[in-house]
């Protein structure tokens, strides 16, 4: 009785049983479930402008928290810079040689290709030899880092101001129109973003590259030197009003596949000089590949898709001089130019977008010729053809669709009104030299600074 009592008293005072921990949630499968039901965390995080939380998750983003460091303790990350499908940028400060860098790190599942690689490798060692490589931002770094949903690769470039796309929306133009979906500039800005971007291209085509992907979301705007700020200027402002929201899993477990908040991008824009000194360049080149062996799929958006795009036909340097001459048009009157609408990704609503992209070069541009209709596989569909008469063109006929407004029309309307008619008459004969049909007639983009409106 003693006995018993002695081992009572060694007993821990209070003790669980195994089955009363709380279990370990379950991991979480790669596709990031559809229905809201069955979505882990809380719809607060769900609400941010952000990248989509359910994609932390094996395969998809890395969780990353402020303070975070890689490569061996190199970075140590202050402030999200944005996000996107595929990646979240980061600011980071470089230990090895205190400067701050841009972090971009990639998903497990969308890690950067090798041809990606090796075409940014390629181009920073041509940095120092070629003047219009100041118009490509910088690869500083690259390495893989191993974290709960996989294995990640990360780049690290110069940082960078805030995109044209963004930055478009903080413009006065753009605050007066809050349902704009297309980026609006002064004309001044625009032709020096025009610039750039040109001179960018050049240098990527003469070295045999193709971007891919000529967007307003991938002409990033440099910064001013930053390299004296103080750290504490530059860290993350958590102080803004839903600038971020803490990631609750709504079954109360701790999740280790994700970070403890997710983060609004914070681009640098009040260290983003936009006057005399404004620089542009281009960036994002997960979709560009050599000129001599092109993909089979592209990235580029559908409304910016070159004639051959569409028709599947052989693609280089003039898929990025087409998108170039659209955004052209789109940049000056915050208009698209081809409206194109894409409801399913079912083959019969793919036709049905590629056959409207194609009536309105028609339209807008000029008449298909004869060798690009007969690339069409459903060009009888819209067009008659004269058979007795060979010199004639095909007869466009439409039952269901009205005829779109030429570019001159087009531009006339949506113009801004410090571009005069004689201004409007060089701008749309710019688009004109660009927007070619045939890709081989296309200038290169060496040849449209020659054109005068970039001689004025």
């Known amino acids: 009785m003693v006995l018993q009592s002695l081992v009572a008293l060694c007993q821990p005072r209070f003790t669980k049983s195994l089955m009363d921990l709380p279990s370990p949630p379950p991991t979480p499968e790669p596709e990031a479930p559809l229905r809201q039901k069955k979505w882990r965390f809380d719809r607060d995080a769900s609400r941010l402008f952000c990248e989509w939380c359910e994609m932390y998750r094996p395969g998809g983003f890395h969780p990353v928290n402020l303070g975070d460091k890689f490569r061996d303790g190199t970075y140590t990350v202050i402030r999200k810079l944005g996000s996107g499908s595929y990646s979240t940028v980061w600011l980071a400060v470089d230990s090895s040689i205190k400067r701050y860098v841009a972090l971009k790190i990639f998903t497990a599942k ?10 940014i490798q390629f181009l920073s060692q041509k940095a120092n030899i070629d003047n219009r490589s100041q ?64 001179h960018g291209l050049a240098f990527l085509h003469e ?15 440099s910064l001013n030197d930053i390299t004296n700020v103080e750290e504490d200027e530059l860290r993350q402002d958590e102080t803004i009003p839903r600038s971020f929201a803490p990631l609750r899993r709504r079954d109360g477990k701790q999740d280790k596949w994700s970070p403890n908040n997710i983060y609004l991008g914070q681009p640098l824009q009040q260290y983003t000089p936009l006057g005399s000194d404004m620089k542009v360049k281009l960036s994002d080149l997960g979709s560009a590949f050599w000129a ?13 898709r070159a004639p051959e795009l569409i028709l599947g036909k052989h693609i280089g340097p003039p898929i990025d001089i087409w998108a170039f001459g659209c955004l052209v048009f789109e940049f000056l009157t915050g208009k698209t130019l081809f409206l194109v609408i894409r409801d399913s990704d079912s083959q019969r609503d793919r036709n049905e977008m590629d056959d409207d992209h194609l009536l309105q070069f028609n339209d807008i541009i000029e008449k298909l010729p004869s060798t690009l209709l007969n690339d069409w596989p459903r060009a009888n569909k819209w067009f008659h053809p004269v058979t007795h008469h060979p010199r004639k063109k095909p007869r466009l006929y439409r039952e269901d669709k009205c005829p779109y407004d030429s570019l001159e029309v087009m531009f006339a309307q949506h113009k801004p ?22 890709p081989e007639e296309r200038p290169s983009a060496t040849e449209i600074l020659k054109h005068p409106y970039f001689l004025e």
């Open 417 to 438: 009104d410090d571009i005069d008619e004689a201004e409007s008459t060089l701008i749309c004969s710019l688009i004109r030299q660009i927007l070619v049909y045939a």
């Open 135 to 198: 118009y490509i931002i910088t690869l500083l770094d690259t390495f893989i880092h191993q974290g709960p949903n996989g294995t990640h690769r990360c780049l690290v470039f110069e940082p960078m101001g805030p995109s044209a796309e963004s930055l478009a929306r903080q413009l006065p133009e753009s605050r007066q129109k809050p349902f704009q979906t297309i980026p609006r500039f002064p004309k001044s800005m625009a032709k020096r973003i025009f610039l750039h971007t040109l």
């Open 292 to 304: 001599n062996n092109p993909p089979t799929k592209h990235s580029s958006p559908i409304a910016l």
């Open 207 to 221: 070295n045999g590259i193709v971007h891919g992907d000529i967007q307003p979301g991938n002409f990033l705007f």
């Open 110 to 119: 969308a890690s950067v290709s090798e041809t990606e690689l090796g075409i």
